[in-house]
């Protein structure tokens, strides 16, 4: 059932206007370091996100998904690349990110922290209403709007919680008070990190499905930032795979997952527990450091096609010839590996993208 | 007569007593782990399952109330001299807290902190059986020995959890309990340091008990699984049955909250539970999960349901695992 009292009145734009699209191209993040090293946490990452549809970016600690998603709402500054927000590039000055704000809202990791603990429910989520000074224009009361919000999250009645402290709610209640936090000021876009990696699991499926459903009655679009794989087959229409700053594979979630062609989402994908048809592959180490980005592909260091002679044929390709960027295009199978571009231009049967 | 069990715990309460009165964190529970064996142990915040973990030892916080009997090689550890005790931490049997992370010292290196553990354990070691020890036990757990002169702010996430399990070891104990091993460490992390704990499991037959909320993490890696809610056990087997085909709604409930990558039926249908754990303070009678559960009836009331043996070494306290099923329920089953 759809949640009209969320909906703005008047001759506001609706927030199931589907030509609402946030994009990154090129985007590079670069962090100095003590050592005097510059750390490219992002190296080149292109994303396009679209009202109506769920991403999921996946990728392991240090590979630069959060800084992606930081980016996207202004948090973090580029040194090369460009956002768009509805095909115009990102205004940075303050007034242009509280618009852009207004439209694209981040949900962060660890609802605990994120929550102010000396402020009630009711405050948490009235804060974004009197920021971007919505109560005027709407034409009803704030406590109407946030009201409205805490039952779009899913928190019901919503009177109930509006004097309660974030320590006195259980972890799947906080989650909600900060989605609802989120959806009060009627974005188009939500951008959530880990929205459950610290929830039981039981609550895990309920914050999925809430997701789920304000992207089907709400129109929103959702960018979920997660490791889990799992989660990206629950609930993501896209995913797009992260490694050392930059997508290495994207496309649809069905045929990403079903049929992974970069050896990293392969090996990623082997190790989610109970995947019984596949042989584990457990690469080494971790992430290398992002000041020192291996050359040509930047995952050979660690590439099991790479040690098992399967890309023999492409090796020196590996080591030294670096792969552009994969688009942001949101349509079609995409991967960035020499292998998979050799076995393309010797076999094209062989691959199905 | 045949060898006692490694780890027996029959019967085990453990009440906490608060300012709001007496809090029941483990209600009668009994679990076994031979050598060999993982055994997991699954639930959700607030189950009692940490609690079971830290009584193992006899860990548990002042406030808390015991009875029952925790078994080790068939001595009683409730009831044991402190002396007695104090050889079997470390040396018969050893835990891998939660929040391992934040368990190292930080301000000394790691190679002192494992060299500490094997100082007091086994007092007389010369310095360089020592070294030559740490050297192994990291190696053991897939780290480079020079890693013994780092600190822990010097090391990953991943990599301190594997120096928790190395100092863990260090004193060669028969069985080790870990609880949430992995929980904050990244899926590929999270392998890595599943496969350092089954290989030792395999290679050096220690017993192992491994505690989670994770029912797809226990069912890659244990034998056996035990399911608890509210303080008690719900449903214990084989770990691979458990999974794919839970008896209890509980037990279904946890199993199908991480989908199979590539289940269709899982597309777009995230499985929740709704409603939160009940407050153990404020037990109504009855099956205690009865409130959240989707097959709850009016004979689920009365009183809780006892844990019932099924075949193929299962068992579940549920009521309505024989009652006929309605055909949606059955279908799904089939789909498991």
């Known amino acids: 059932m759809p949640d009209a009292s969320l909906r703005p009145s008047g001759a506001e734009t609706t927030t199931t206007d589907r030509t609402a699209e946030l994009s990154a191209t090129g985007l590079r993040v670069e962090f100095p370091t003590r050592s005097g090293r510059v750390a490219r946490a992002l190296d080149g990452a292109d994303l396009t996100v679209r009202a109506g549809e769920v991403v999921a970016l996946v990728g392991e600690s ?12 202004g948090l973090t500054r580029p040194v090369a690349g460009e956002i768009r927000w509805e095909g115009r590039p990102m205004d940075r000055s303050t007034r242009g990110l509280k ?48 009201a409205a919000a805490l039952s779009s999250a899913g928190l019901r009645p919503p009177e109930s919680l509006f004097l309660r402290y974030p320590h006195e709610l259980s972890g799947g209640q906080r989650q909600r008070v900060l989605i609802a936090g989120a959806l009060a000021v009627q974005p188009q876009l939500l951008i959530a990190d880990e929205p459950v990696s610290s929830l039981d699991a039981s609550i895990r499926g309920e914050i999925l499905a809430l997701l789920l459903k304000l992207r089907d009655e709400l129109g929103l679009g959702v960018l979920v930032v997660t490791h889990d794989l799992g989660l990206a087959w629950n609930i993501a229409d896209r995913i797009a795979v992260m490694y050392l700053g930059r997508v290495v594979e994207a496309g649809p979630t069905e045929e990403v997952l079903t049929d992974p062609q970069h050896p990293y989402t392969q090996a990623l994908l082997s190790v989610v527990p109970e995947m019984d048809r596949l042989e584990p592959i457990v690469l080494r180490g971790e992430i290398p450091d992002p000041t020192r980005i291996p050359s040509g592909c930047r995952f050979h260091p660690r590439c099991p096609a790479l040690a098992s002679g399967e890309a023999d044929p492409v090796a020196d390709a590996c080591r030294g010839t670096s792969l552009p960027v994969l688009s942001g295009d949101p349509n079609g199978h995409r991967c960035a590996c020499h292998l998979v571009d050799w076995r393309l231009s010797t076999d094209p049967e062989e691959v199905s993208s | 007569m045949t060898d006692p069990s490694l780890l027996e715990i029959r019967d085990l309460h453990v ?55 925790v078994r080790f090689n068939g001595r009683d550890i409730l009831t044991m001299k402190w002396g007695e005790l104090r050889a079997v931490r470390w040396a018969g049997a050893s835990i891998v807290f939660q929040g391992a992370l934040h368990s190292l010292n930080p301000v000394h290196r790691i190679g002192a902190q494992i060299a500490e553990a094997l100082h007091v354990h086994s007092s007389g070691l010369g310095e360089t059986t020592v070294t030559g020890r740490i050297d192994e036990l990291l190696g053991q757990v897939g780290l480079d020995p020079e890693r013994a002169r780092a600190y822990p702010h010097q090391l990953s996430g991943g990599q301190k959890q594997r120096v928790m399990i190395a100092m863990a070891l260090a004193c060669d104990p028969e069985l080790v309990v870990a609880d949430e091993p992995t929980t904050a460490l990244d899926v590929m992390v999270q392998a890595q340091v599943l496969s350092v704990l089954s290989d030792l499991v395999r290679d050096r037959g220690v017993g192992m008990l491994m505690i989670s909320h994770d029912l797809s993490v226990l069912a890659d890696l244990c034998d056996r699984i035990t399911v608890m809610y509210a303080g008690r056990v719900v449903e214990e087997g084989p770990a691979a049955k458990v999974f794919a085909d839970p008896l209890h709604p509980y037990a279904g409930a946890l199993s199908a909250a991480f989908p199979r990558v590539g289940d269709p039926a899982a597309r777009f249908a995230p499985a929740g539970l709704p409603g939160d754990p009940p407050d153990p303070r404020h037990l109504a009678g009855g099956c205690s999960f009865a409130p959240r559960c989707p097959r709850a009836a009016d004979v689920c009331l009365p009183a809780e349901p006892e844990l019932v043996t099924y075949a193929e070494g299962r068992a579940a306290a549920c009521v309505r695992i024989g009652e006929p099923r309605s055909p949606a329920e059955r279908s799904r089953d089939h789909h498991a």
């Open chain 1, 99 to 146: 618009a852009l704000r207004r439209h694209v809202q981040l949900v962060l990791q660890d609802p605990l922290g994120a929550l102010n603990p000396r402020h009630t429910v009711y405050e948490s989520v009235a804060e974004g209403l009197r920021i971007h000074k919505l109560v005027a224009r709407s034409g009803r009361t704030e406590t109407e709007l946030v």
């Open chain 1, 62 to 73: 240090g590979s630069g998904k959060t800084t992606l998603a930081r980016s996207l709402v």
């Open chain 2, 15 to 69: 009440t906490y007593a608060t300012g709001e009165g007496a809090l029941p964190a483990v209600r009668g529970v009994d679990l076994t782990v031979d050598r060999g064996q993982i055994v997991g142990v699954a639930g959700e915040s607030g189950c009692g399952k940490s609690t079971l973990a830290s009584t193992i030892l006899r860990l548990q916080p002042v406030n808390a109330t015991v009875t029952g009997e």
